[in-house]
Every structure is written in C-alpha cells, then in structure tokens.
C-alpha cells in the first residue's frame, strides 16, 4: 500500500518535481556538468510516468517474505 501511495504522490507532485529539477539542471550548467550527467538528471513527464511505472510494478510483486526460494538437503 504504501508504494502504491508512493507512485500517487508522484504523480500529483510531478509539476512540483518537473519545476525542481529544472533548477537545478540549470545549477548543474553552471557548475559545468557534462551533457551526459545532465540528461541523466533531467526528467521530464514520461520519465516521471515510468518511475511512477516501476513502482507500481513493484509493488505488485508477490511478496517474498517467508518464501524458500531455493534448498539443498545434504
């Protein structure tokens, strides 16, 4: 339940997060980063979907406390 709050907030904060993260890729201009780190930094709403994505599919995993997931009798 939580992680499925987790993407929610994502997802209503995302103009919050998209105008954050605009700062500070522009902080990171001036300090000189590499094109490279930077396009790694920056999101944008399809990167902030996926994430929302990812943890939604996380979320839906079987939870595997308790399970055995592998056993050798010797």
């Given amino acids: 339940a939580a992680l499925a709050r987790a993407a929610e907030a994502l997802r209503a904060a995302g ?10 890729l522009e902080e ?11 396009d790694r930094l920056a999101l944008n709403p399809a ?3 996926a994430i929302a994505a990812g943890i939604e599919a996380v979320a839906a995993l079987a939870d595997p406390v308790g ?3 592998d056993q050798t009798v010797r």
Wanted: no cysteine.
């Fill in 15 to 24: 103009p919050a997060i998209l105008a954050a993260n605009a700062t500070d």
């Fill in 28 to 38: 990171g201009r001036k300090r000189g980063l590499s094109p490279a780190l930077l």
């Fill in 47 to 49: 990167r902030l979907k």
């Fill in 67 to 69: 399970a055995v997931i």
